[in-house]
Every structure is written in C-alpha cells, then in structure tokens.
C-alpha cells in the first residue's frame, strides 16, 4: 500500500464522463464511503471515447463537471488508450493510476460487485490453457469477446463465463489484469452499478445512462435531461450548447472521414490499431462504395468485427492514431483540480513527468511530445464537430482548471 498523501488514502476512478450525470455522482460517493479514502483522482478520457466517437462536450469542461462532484484531481487519458478496446482501455487508465504514484484504491462500476468472482474471471481470461479454446473458436468466425467467452465457460463453467457478458465486468477484470500486469499494489473496488444498466435507454428514478442523456440532449428532451444530472453539471451543459459548443457530434465531419479513409492506401489501414486477418482490405473495399458512416459500419461489421470495433478504426484513421501510439504512456497531463489534488501532487513523485500546459511539453522526450501533438491534432478535428465551428489550437492555449 502507498503511503498516505494529504490527510488520507486516494482512490482512483478511470471514467469518460459523457456527460457527468447523478449515476457518476453515486459512484464517488460509494467509492469514499467504502474505501475510507479521502483524496479522489479521476483519469477521463479526452474529447474522444471509447465506443469510437466524439465527447459532447470539451474535456476542461467536463474534468471542471467531476471537481464540481467530488473529483480532487482530474487527469488525462491519451487517445490511443482512450478510443481503445477494453484492454488497452484499462492499460492506459491503470498504467496512469499507479505511475501517479500515491493511489490506493482503484474504484470501478460493476454488474457483479463480487470482487473475488471479478478476480477468478480476470484469472480465467489469462489462463494460457484457454488459448487453444480461443483460437479455434476465433478460426470459426466468433468475435474475440464472444470467442474469449465461450472458452472460459467450456473450461471453468457458466458463472465465470456470465461474468464476460457484462460491459461494465468486462472493463473491471480487464482492470484488474493490468494491475495484476504491473504488479500494483492498488486494492481494486467494484461498486454495483446504480439505476440502469450501461447503454440502456431506461431511467431509475433519477439515474439514466450517459448514451439516454445524449440522446435527450440533442433531441428534444433538453428539459428532461436535466433531471439526471447534477444542478451544476446541467448549466454548465447549457450554457456550452447556448454557445453552440455542445453537443459536439461526429456526423458533422462525416464526409471528412470518408474522405480521409478513401485516401488510405492498405498499408496505411493495416497500421491502425486493432487491424488483424486482413481486415484492412475489407475496409479498403468497403470504402469505396460506402456513402455514409453508418453505411461503412455496417459493411465492414461481421461476427468476428464488432461494430464498436469498426466504429474504432474508423476514428483512427481520421484522427491519425496508429498502433505505435499506443505503446506506452509518456506523461501523465493534469486537466484540473482543487487545493485537495494541489496538496496530493505536492506529495508524490509520479513515475512520468506531469504537465498541465503546452509550455512544459518542450522538455518532455520526443515520444512523449508526439503522443501530446497527436492529442493537440485529433482535438483540433473535434472542434469541427461542434454546432459552431472552434477555433484551432485550444489544446496548446487552454489552462488547467483550478476549482
């Protein structure tokens, strides 16, 4: 365990925050009372997420959301780890957690709660004994997910199995594999999800997720949004979107995207992340007919390629993220915090450097400056994607938020 910083232990919660909304809330919450921890860092992804698209709104304006709840600290998830797979999702976020260097508890959303079933799934899915269960499963057309699975259930039963099915389980053993990888001596936490599951369009008395909150927000329900999320974080939200920076929506570059994807040669498809078995030539030629994204989705998409997956690539491709990218972590970036994270930073000597402005990237390696310049590029297309047009260069000029 880490030695104590500012007056108590720190919990660590890897989240995307988009938009923050009273489940997150709850989540901080159950994090402090369960861990005793007084200090909360948060690793949010940037203004790109996982499911392969944009953030609605800019990243200091929701890291300045998280303080406003509870975060003491906010730190940034680079984009090849932020717009990754599960693994590398959790890889980027835990790898920053432990080089931060005084964090104790790793906090997390479950579907299950039971951290020892968690660990015995996490236990399962690195047992090399699944592996030729797994790829001959893969050779028969199965999905990773759905392949990884199936083998875990044929060697160690359905409830390890079940545990895979769930994408919130899902993320939390791939958390707990990469402090087992790093050897951590992080405590994971599994908080039980509150209210309504990941994804889902329903609502629990005050509690929907962020994809019914994105919905209502840039449809008709604005009003009604409201309902689910903090006081604070839905002025905030509205004043952005009164400003026309929110919501952002990746369909505003639509014809952007394709054109850049039209302009790739194979070789430059096969060195995206997340390319295997040629399925590059498969985006390659399912390009050059497709007249929308949805369309290019939804022809390259088969058993073995998820459209999450695909939504992925296709946003690597436009926002320039390659395989090598994603290699290691060069620095870990402050996006904001309070004198709380002011007085943990002041205590700690992290494993990276730390930056919080464009000015301290110039004495940083040259990988770590090409990973922050990667990041400055892909926030620069984002802001194309707002309802009115941004400005360039917000990256290198914004300041940390001070809360």
């Given at each position: 365990m880490n030695e104590s910083v500012s007056g108590g232990k720190t919990a660590a919660i890897i989240a995307e925050y988009n938009p923050f909304h009273n489940g997150h809330r709850h989540h901080i919450k159950r994090t402090l009372e369960l861990t005793g921890a007084e200090n909360t860092v948060v690793i949010m992804s940037g203004n790109f997420v996982q499911r392969g698209d944009c953030a609605i709104a800019d990243k200091f304006s929701r890291a300045q959301m998280a303080l406003a709840q509870g975060a003491d600290?906010?730190?940034?998830?680079?984009l090849p780890f932020a717009c990754a797979g599960a693994e590398k999702f959790a890889?980027?976020?835990?790898?920053?957690?432990?080089?931060?260097g005084c964090v104790d508890y790793l906090s997390f959303g479950t579907e299950c709660g039971d951290a020892e079933q968690l660990k015995r799934a996490a236990d399962a899915v690195s047992d090399e004994c699944i592996k030729p269960e797994l790829d001959s499963l893969l050779s028969q057309g199965m999905s990773f997910a759905s392949a990884r699975t199936e083998a875990v259930r044929r060697l160690y039963g359905n409830d390890t199995a079940e545990i895979l099915c769930m994408p919130n389980n899902?993320?939390?053993?791939?958390?707990?594999?990469?402090?087992?990888r790093l050897n951590s001596d992080i405590v994971p936490v599994g908080i039980p999800r509150a209210g309504v599951g990941h994804n889902s369009c329903e609502t629990s008395g005050d509690i929907?997720?962020?994809?019914?909150?994105r919905r209502m927000l840039a449809g008709e329900g604005r009003e009604e949004a409201g309902r689910y999320l903090p006081e604070r974080t839905f002025r905030m939200l509205s004043e952005l979107m009164a400003e026309g920076k929110a919501p952002a929506?990746?369909?505003?570059?639509?014809?952007?995207?394709?054109?850049?994807?039209?302009?790739?040669?194979?070789?430059?498809?096969?060195?995206?992340?997340?390319?295997?078995?040629?399925?590059?030539?498969?985006i390659y030629d399912c390009v050059r007919s497709a007249c929308s994204l949805e369309e290019l989705y939804d022809s390259v998409k088969s058993k073995r390629y998820s459209h999450a997956r695909i939504?992925?690539?296709?946003?690597?491709?436009?926002l320039g993220v390659r395989q090598v990218h994603s290699q290691s972590l060069g620095y870990i970036r402050i996006l904001g915090m309070n004198e709380r994270g002011r007085q943990l930073l002041s205590r700690t000597r992290p494993k990276?450097?730390?930056?919080?402005?464009?000015?301290?990237?110039?004495?940083?390696?040259?990988?770590?400056?090409?990973?922050?310049?990667?990041?400055?590029?892909?926030?620069d297309l984002w802001s194309l994607m707002t309802p009115s047009i941004q400005p360039c260069g917000a990256d290198m000029t914004a300041k940390m938020i001070v809360f």
């Open positions: 600290l906010v730190l940034e998830l680079p890889s980027g976020g835990v790898g920053i957690a432990d080089a931060l899902t993320l939390a053993v791939e958390y707990i594999r990469a402090l087992g929907a997720s962020a994809t019914a909150i929506d990746l369909l505003r570059t639509e014809r952007a995207i394709l054109s850049r994807l039209r302009s790739m040669t194979r070789e430059q498809l096969a060195a995206l992340p997340d390319i295997s078995e040629g399925l590059e030539n498969r939504r992925r690539i296709v946003l690597s491709a436009f990276l450097p730390l930056i919080s402005s464009y000015r301290q990237v110039s004495a940083l390696p040259q990988e770590a400056r090409n990973q922050y310049m990667l990041e400055c590029h892909a926030d």
